[in-house]
């Protein structure tokens, strides 16, 4: 792939000379950008009718199930592949056993079907894990202050089987628990759903990054100062990640994601050029409110530099990425 010199010399070698006019720059360009690329998260809430703004996520909105729908036609309408479904739960409803992630009428299986009901041609991808639903925020169960494992991995067989039910393509465990990926393939093949993808967060960190979504998703109160280390990987490790790709796919995860995205490029290049298999990336909402904050001071275009870390996600490796602003990247793409 790298090539090896010799390169030449000044004056005869100019790399300037590729770069003179518009044209130039387009035949020698490496990588590109296309809508088929993104995946659109979207915050769902009860209610009806109503939009509800996060503060820490300037332009994006929890949405009750009839705006979700209509936001789900505006992605199949954009050309947007996939929409990944994040339910803001009333916080009445979370316990310390999660409870309201099995029920098959929760928020997000009723915006699945709401969804589902219109035929359109997009993939629904929903997350599994505890934290939507639990009252002390984390994404498993919790015993003497220890989130347990195969307890919690239990929880979210069912939970993904509930979602699949629904009509969910994509179950997408963002738990870190070991062995879930095994567990919840069999679970949804014992059920008959072997046609339903499974998209592992396979290296997700223990990042500072999610803030705006425990926000969105009001989980960050429930945290209450905790973190997520004893699952959730340490941002120096690199190896790590291999090893957990590694497993996950071993235990049949078809694609493969790495979060955060923009700190963790050299996690994305070097998972693809291991493996060569479906790799994605989450552009989370620290960095979607890094942009927006900077943006919204006029200290930095928007629209460039969001294309310009939408396009170092493709460069780095990526074949899609989760984005907020993925609606908004498809508005600019289609205008070309
Ligand atoms: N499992 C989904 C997330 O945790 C999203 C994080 C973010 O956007 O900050
Ligand atoms: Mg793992």
């Not at 199930?65 to 994040?86: C, H, K, N, Y």
């Not at 969105?216 to 973190?227: E, K, M, P, W, Y």
């Amino acid at each position: 792939m790298t090539a090896i010199g010799p390169f030449g010399e000044y004056p005869q070698t100019r790399p300037r000379r590729n770069r003179q006019t518009d044209w130039s720059r387009r035949l020698v360009r490496e990588n590109y950008l296309s809508v088929d690329n993104l995946i659109w998260p979207i915050f769902v809430q009860p209610g009806k009718a109503t939009r509800t703004p996060i503060a820490s996520l300037p332009g994006v909105d929890r949405l009750s199930i009839d705006i979700a729908v209509e936001e789900a036609q505006r992605a199949e309408s954009l050309g947007i592949p996939v929409i990944a479904l994040f339910p803001a739960t009333p916080t009445e409803l979370k316990t310390p056993q999660c409870e309201e992630a099995i029920n098959p009428d929760n928020l997000v299986c009723q915006a699945v079907r709401a969804i589902k009901e219109k035929g359109l041609d997009i993939g629904i991808l929903c997350d599994v894990a505890l934290d939507p639903y639990s009252s002390h925020g984390h994404d498993g169960l919790v015993k003497d202050g220890y989130v347990v494992n195969d307890e919690t991995v239990e929880m979210l067989c069912r939970q993904a089987i509930i979602q699949a039910a629904a009509g969910c393509d994509i179950i997408a465990p963002s738990d870190m628990m070991d062995g879930r990926i095994d567990a919840i393939r069999k679970a949804l093949d014992h059920d008959q759903y072997q046609h339903v993808q499974i998209m592992a967060y396979a290296a997700k960190y223990a990042s500072a990054f999610y803030g705006p979504f425990r926000d969105a998703v009001g989980s960050s109160g429930n945290l209450a100062g905790g973190d997520k280390k004893t699952y959730q990987m340490d941002p120096a490790n690199t190896d790590e990640a291999i090893r957990e790709v590694g497993l996950d796919l071993s235990e049949g995860a078809d694609m493969v994601m790495v979060k955060p995205g923009m700190p963790y490029l050299d996690i994305v290049r070097r998972i693809k050029e291991t493996f060569a298999v479906p790799t994605y990336v989450y552009q989370v909402s620290g960095e979607y409110a890094m942009l927006q904050a900077a943006a919204g001071n006029g200290w930095l275009d928007l629209e460039k530099t969001m294309m310009e870390s939408l396009m170092a996600f493709k460069r780095a490796g990526a074949n899609g990425i989760l984005t907020y602003f993925a609606p908004q990247a498809a508005e600019l793409l289609r205008k070309g």
